[in-house]
Structure formats: C-alpha cells, structure tokens
C-alpha cells in the first residue's frame, strides 16, 4: 500500500522561504498566485502566457515554474499570475500540482 500525505482545504504552502495560506482545489487544473504577491516574493521568470477559463471568462496569464513545499513535500509547479485580491486565499493549488506529490484531501482536516 502506497503511503499518501493527507491535507486539507486549506494549507501552508512555502514559497520562496514565505509560508501562505492556500486554497486546496481538486476542481482547479492549474495552480494560481495573487499578482502582487508574486510581485512581493520575486517570482519569475515569466516562462509562458497561457488562456486561462474562470468564473470571469477566458484571461491571458503569465506563467512562472517555482518550487513549493507542502507537508514537507518539494513540487517544482507552473503557477499562473492573476488578481485574486478579492480571494479569501492568494494561492490555489489545482490538480496539475496536486498530482506531483501523493497526496488525499480530506476536507475535515
């Protein structure tokens, strides 16, 4: 049996040695940052601008690729700039993070 990390719905993620607070969503495909607090812990290069569809419609994106622990797990993941200044959360980890560590959600966590 495979042993797997548990998380929950929300998580401290470390980024650039900062710790954040982020959003944990299965039903997201990518990973996602604040654009001011990108700006704030010098992430880049921009490697990418992808179309991104959210609740607002389609956006262009600037992509950048960073390393991020979560539970004492490195991921190396892209993470697309946008403004989530009106978000509880500044980040969000979609699925295609997700799926490069062995994690399980539990949303009582």
């Not at 950048?64 to 991921?75: F, K």
């Amino acid at each position: 049996m495979v042993k797997r990390d548990i998380i929950g719905l929300t998580e401290e993620v470390e980024i650039k040695g900062k710790k954040v607070i982020a959003r944990i969503d299965s039903g997201a495909r990518r990973c996602s940052i604040d654009k001011k607090l990108a700006k704030k812990l010098k992430l880049g290069p921009i490697i990418a601008e992808g179309s991104f569809r959210s609740a607002a419609g389609r956006t262009k994106r600037p992509v950048v690729e960073e390393e991020i622990r979560i539970n004492n797990v490195t991921l190396k993941v892209l993470i697309n700039l946008s403004d989530r200044s009106k978000m509880k959360y500044k980040m969000l980890i979609g699925r295609e993070g997700l799926r490069k560590g062995n994690f399980l959600i539990d949303p009582l966590r």
